[in-house]
């Protein structure tokens, strides 16, 4: 049974209330603490509109607003439902965090051009929300569209040769992937479909196109939303890592990448619909394709000395386990594939926390560079230890949940090669980042590099990463609130 649906104008509020934040932003450039207080303000207030609407949905109520019919059967609008809210809740959530730990660490560090990053920063999270309560295909391609343009000028915040570069290499894999890809496919689901968009809980496709053509429409759109990080369209989420690390951090665990995997779960969902993925067995060949990311990019982390790179390379295969867990078509890995968009989040975002309080206090980049590093920064490094429990996917952090549904999934499914490459997955995932906390604080005399007294990152850097690390840990113990979301937008996708 389709849910009840009501309308209200709060789903476009909780877009544009960040977007209305850059004038004061601006106004204020000169006042930095008057101008990051309108920033914390319209984050309480996007997030605040966001829970506003959470009891609704878990009642298993829809929330719709048409903002604009463009032509008949080609609208801007908005609808919330469980997938939605729970990607805007760790989204809007998050961006509160992550305001705090840019103060510390953009004036720690001295940088320039704050007024500019905080503008943007406001910009790509009205983006976010908005794919995140995209009633339709085409709402969704502009906000992901937007939000690529909007993160440029955060990619290239430092205006060097390197940040410029790394900046062509990100704008120019999103657009011609979306451009090339999505953009096309886009346009044939709505010709042959006589303009049906509208996403729905069982998708819309089944009856309009058969199997060759699902198959292409499929791989156009996994490929497309290539902020997603699927191999071989992955080079620009390593590349981007030259941006500050409040960037790295909302584009690794925030906004940017958790928009491509979302695009890709509303497609397989919205568009397709589980049970037609299923009749036309196309989850096994998206299983396989984020089966070979998983495993190649892990093997690719455990070779990076530069602690940013192998966060980076460790991201594009935790997003794969999220395509993976909805490939399988089952209710547990689909659960467990929305869970893991929340419990990643968290878990990865204090990593590359960590990583730029460390740059902070120290000016140290490479994990080579780090021996000893605990007895300096302790609180950094625990938070780090928690952040990679989370990862790793080990009881006592949020990650463990998320996992176990995925594993559970493959089981379910009588897929024990991709249990095999979950398992792999989890051992590589800890090989890269066990070793790097144990010589943190176990190393041998002699070959600590940080003998000096305990000195951490700025108060609010430290703040905010300990927010999310004792956030993590948290949802071991209480993950209800993600996963009743998860598990209800995952029975209303297909007859479980």
């Known amino acids: 049974m389709s849910p009840t649906n009501i309308t209200s104008f709060t789903p476009v509020l909780a877009c544009i209330v960040s977007l209305l934040a850059v004038l004061p932003i601006i106004l204020l450039r000169s006042k930095p603490n008057l101008r990051e207080g309108a920033t914390f303000a319209a984050g309480i207030l996007k997030f605040g509109l966001v829970v506003s609407m959470l009891p609704t949905i878990l009642a298993g109520t829809t929330i719709s607003y048409t903002l604009w019919e463009i032509v008949p059967n080609l609208t801007i609008g908005f609808r919330v439902d469980g997938l939605g809210m729970l990607f805007a809740l760790v989204a809007s959530s998050l961006w509160i965090v992550t305001s705090l ?32 309560f995209a009633a339709n295909l085409f709402t969704l391609y502009l906000f992901y569209e937007m939000l690529s343009l909007a993160t440029y000028p955060l990619v290239t ?22 451009i090339g890809f999505v953009l096309p496919a886009l346009i044939f689901v709505f010709l042959k479909t006589g303009g049906s968009m509208e996403f729905a809980s069982s998708g819309f496709l089944k009856g309009y196109i058969g199997e060759t053509e699902a198959l292409v429409l499929l791989l156009l759109f996994t490929f497309g939303f290539a902020k997603s990080g699927l191999m071989p369209f992955h080079s620009w989420l390593p590349g981007a890592m030259v941006a500050p690390t409040p960037v790295s951090a909302l584009l690794h665990a925030v906004a940017v990448v958790k928009v491509g995997v979302f695009c890709i779960l509303r497609v397989y969902s919205g568009v397709f619909g589980i049970d037609f993925l299923k009749e036309l067995d196309l989850g096994t060949i998206i299983t396989w394709i984020a089966a070979c990311t998983i495993i190649v990019s892990s093997l690719i982390a455990l070779s990076q000395d530069n602690l940013k790179r192998r966060l980076a390379f460790s991201t594009i295969g935790q997003l794969s386990y999220i395509i993976l867990g909805m490939a399988l078509l089952t209710p547990m890995g689909a659960t467990g594939s929305m869970m893991h968009i929340a419990m990643h989040a968290f878990g990865k975002i204090t990593l590359f926390f960590c ?55 493959t089981v379910q499914e009588g897929q024990y090669a991709m249990l095999a490459v979950l398992l792999t997955s989890s051992l590589l995932n800890a090989a890269y980042f066990f070793p790097i906390v144990f010589k943190a604080f176990f190393c041998k005399p002699g070959e600590s590099q940080f003998e000096d007294k305990v000195e951490e990152a700025h108060p609010a850097a430290v703040a905010a990463l300990s927010f999310t690390a004792l956030a993590t840990v948290v949802f071991f113990f209480y993950p209800e609130p993600f996963y009743s979301l998860a598990e209800a937008a995952a029975s209303q996708f297909t007859n479980f």
């Not at 915040?157 to 290499?169: I, L, N, S, V």
């Not at 140290?364 to 928690?386: D, E, L």
């Open 101 to 132: 730990y840019s103060i510390g660490y953009m004036r720690g560090l001295k940088e320039h051009s704050q007024t500019r990053f905080y503008s943007f920063f406001a910009v790509s999270l009205s983006a976010t929300i908005g794919v995140a």
């Open 157 to 178: 915040h430092h205006q060097d040769k390197e940040a410029r570069t790394g900046g062509r290499t990100y704008l120019t894999h999103l657009l011609t992937t979306s």
């Open 355 to 409: 990583a730029g309080a460390i740059f902070e206090a120290t000016g140290k980049k490479n994990i080579s560079q780090m021996v000893g590093i605990g007895k300096r920064m302790p609180i950094t490094m625990i938070a780090f230890f928690i952040g990679s429990l989370s990862i790793v996917g080990i009881p006592l952090a949020g990650g463990f949940w998320s996992k176990f549904h995925l594993l559970y999934g």
